[in-house]
């Protein structure tokens, strides 16, 4: 099977050691020639110069980069500053998020949702950046209601963003019908789903609480029993990842976005076995 087009997500590592771990990480990912690479953004502050920093690293790398930027928390200032940065260094691509503001940080900022920021990154600089957007195939935990959710994201993409990057899932029929319901409502951009390798169940539950997606519980339940069998559970969840990656390509996913948590090896073990 021909792979299609990928892209590898990190965070900013806080540590020289993370960094190095990072270099490495990249190295090994390279030879799968991906789209782009992006990079998470900490709303309310916490890692922004992180992602800058990794950006400009992998830039010089000669990859493309895409810096996620939140506006929730933020002044327009800030916003301005980050983006004319960006801009300076080349930066074409950026992935607009909300964001989520940790626990106890206040204020909600200038702008309140993703759609506001598209709008304000394209009345700003025009068609300079390529702008991915978030969806969720399961819904966002804080939507009123499916339809609510779905026209909020069709508002993102009227508001100018090209494409879209979902919420990792276990179940390809949420994604297959998020697509259609989205076209209904004449969104036409390609939507690429996010693709969360399983390697660790306790982390993996933990996520999946966090952002509101679903681990069927056949999964669950096979992860749980392997206990700490690390092994095992690596191999069946390379097993269940990469049968829904091919099903997923089979049936048009544009693209498959991996959520890497700065390792390769996941990653990279479920593109090699879809090539075969
Ligand atoms: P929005 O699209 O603004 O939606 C948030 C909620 O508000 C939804 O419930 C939506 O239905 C509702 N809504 C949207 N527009 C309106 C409107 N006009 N009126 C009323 N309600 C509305 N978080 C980070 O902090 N840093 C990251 O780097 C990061 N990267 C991510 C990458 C991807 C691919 C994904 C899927 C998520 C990422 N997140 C990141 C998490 C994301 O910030 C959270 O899920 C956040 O809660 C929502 O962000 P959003 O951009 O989807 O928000």
């Given at each position: 099977?021909?792979?299609?087009?990928?892209?590898?997500?990190?965070?900013?590592?806080?540590?020289?050691?993370?960094?190095?771990?990072?270099?490495?990480?990249?190295?090994?990912l390279a030879?799968?020639?991906?789209?782009?690479?992006?990079?998470?953004?900490?709303?309310?502050?916490?890692?922004q110069?992180?992602?800058?920093?990794?950006?400009?690293?992998?830039?010089?790398?000669g990859?493309?980069?895409?810096?996620?930027?939140?506006?929730?928390?933020?002044?327009?200032e800030?916003?301005?500053?980050?983006?004319?940065?960006?801009?300076?260094?080349?930066i074409?691509?950026?992935?607009?998020?909300?964001?989520?503001?940790?626990?106890?940080?206040?204020?909600?900022?200038?702008?309140?949702?993703?759609?506001?920021?598209?709008?304000?990154?394209?009345?700003?600089?025009?068609?300079?950046?390529?702008?991915?957007?978030?969806?969720?195939?399961?819904?966002?935990?804080?939507?009123?209601?499916?339809?609510?959710d779905?026209?909020?994201?069709?508002?993102?993409?009227?508001?100018?963003?090209?494409?879209?990057?979902?919420?990792?899932?276990?179940?390809?029929?949420?994604?297959?019908r998020?697509?259609?319901?989205?076209?209904?409502?004449?969104?036409?951009?390609?939507?690429v789903?996010?693709?969360?390798?399983?390697?660790?169940?306790?982390?993996?539950?933990?996520?999946?609480?966090?952002?509101?997606?679903?681990?069927?519980?056949?999964?669950?339940?096979?992860?749980?029993?392997?206990?700490?069998?690390?092994?095992?559970?690596?191999?069946?969840?390379?097993?269940?990842?990469?049968?829904?990656?091919?099903?997923?390509?089979?049936?048009?996913?544009?693209?498959?976005?991996?959520?890497?948590?700065?390792?390769a090896?996941?990653?990279?073990?479920?593109?090699?076995?879809?090539?075969?």
């Amino acid at each position: 099977m021909s792979l299609p087009e990928i892209s590898f997500e990190f965070f900013p590592p806080k540590t020289a050691e993370g960094i190095d771990k990072l270099r490495a990480t990249r190295a090994q990912l390279a030879p799968l020639k991906p789209k782009f690479m992006s990079v998470t953004f900490g709303a309310g502050g916490s890692t922004q110069q992180g992602t800058l920093d990794t950006v400009l690293e992998m830039v010089g790398e000669g990859f493309e980069a895409a810096p996620h930027l939140s506006c929730i928390g933020a002044s327009k200032e800030s916003l301005r500053g980050i983006l004319a940065l960006y801009r300076a260094h080349g930066i074409r691509h950026i992935v607009a998020l909300r964001g989520d503001l940790p626990s106890g940080m206040g204020e909600v900022g200038e702008l309140r949702y993703a759609c506001d920021l598209v709008a304000f990154v394209r009345a700003e600089h025009g068609d300079w950046f390529h702008i991915e957007v978030a969806a969720y195939p399961e819904y966002h935990p804080q939507a009123r209601s499916p339809r609510a959710d779905l026209e909020n994201f069709a508002r993102k993409v009227k508001a100018g963003a090209n494409s879209a990057i979902t919420q990792y899932f276990y179940n390809a029929d949420a994604y297959f019908r998020f697509v259609d319901d989205v076209r209904k409502l004449g969104v036409d951009v390609p939507i690429v789903p996010g693709i969360m390798p399983i390697t660790n169940y306790a982390q993996l539950m933990r996520f999946s609480e966090m952002c509101g997606a679903e681990v069927p519980k056949w999964i669950a339940w096979r992860l749980e029993n392997f206990g700490d069998d690390r092994d095992a559970i690596r191999a069946f969840g390379l097993d269940v990842v990469t049968a829904m990656c091919e099903r997923l390509v089979v049936n048009g996913a544009p693209g498959l976005h991996f959520y890497t948590l700065n390792g390769a090896a996941a990653s990279k073990a479920i593109c090699e076995r879809l090539r075969v």
